[in-house]
Structures are given as structure tokens and as C-alpha cells.
Nanobody, 122 residues
């Protein structure tokens, strides 16, 4: 059983940066590909970025390409999401999740964190 805890969210202005953290415990997180998702009020949860078990392969949603960077430190059991040039439409609860495979669909992720709120003001 893997437990995931996100942190790093907050209230920022458009154009600012934030770095999200996802700390894993209770299992061997390096056995899992990791993903970041987000959910805005009234919308479905959507894929943001994912990273393979070793960190060698990364995938991004179109909305994240060029602005967000996913990375991981398996020694620290932590996954990061660096978010630059934030926009008001990035406002959402951000979740990290663990999957056996590098995928973009929510139903293929086995473990989820509780989420961290990111609010971007214009």
C-alpha cells in the first residue's frame, strides 16, 4: 500500500511559479510510474503530467507543455511538478497518483493523494 501526500500549493498571481511536491510512503514508490492530475470546480479530473519509474520518460498534457516540468527523486520518494508562467485557468486541486504503467487515464492509477489547492489570480 502506497500513501501519497501532496504539498506546495497556494495562491499566486498570473505569471508566477509554484513547485508541487508529492511524498510517497508505505511502499516502494520507485516501482511505480507517477502522475499529476488536476480538477477544477465543476470539471472532470484531467491529466497534467506523468513520469516513468526511472524518470527517463515524461509525458505532458498540451496545456502543460513548455510551462510545467515533472521530475522525481527516488532516493527521497518524492515527485515534483514545477509550474511556471501560471495562468488563471491552471486553478484547480492538484493530485499525484501512482500507477504500474506510464499512462494518462485516471482509472489506471492505483493510489492517489488528497490533493493540494492551486489558485492563480489574474
Amino acid at each position: 500500500q502506497v500513501q501519497l501526500v501532496e504539498s506546495g500549493g497556494g495562491l499566486v498571481q498570473a505569471g508566477d511559479s509554484l513547485r508541487l511536491f508529492c511524498a510517497a510512503s508505505g511502499g516502494t514508490s520507485s516501482e511505480f510510474a507517477m502522475g499529476w492530475f488536476r480538477q477544477a470546480p465543476g470539471k472532470e479530473r484531467e491529466f497534467v503530467a506523468a513520469i516513468s519509474r526511472t524518470g527517463g520518460i515524461k509525458a505532458y498534457a498540451e496545456s502543460a507543455k513548455g510551462r510545467f516540468t515533472i521530475s522525481r527523486d527516488n532516493a527521497q520518494s518524492t515527485v515534483y511538478l514545477q509550474m511556471n508562467s501560471l495562468r488563471p485557468e491552471d486553478t484547480a486541486v492538484y493530485y499525484c497518483a501512482a500507477s504500474r504503467y506510464l499512462v494518462r487515464t485516471t482509472y489506471e492509477y492505483d493510489y492517489w493523494g488528497q490533493g493540494t489547492q492551486v489558485t492563480v489570480s489574474s
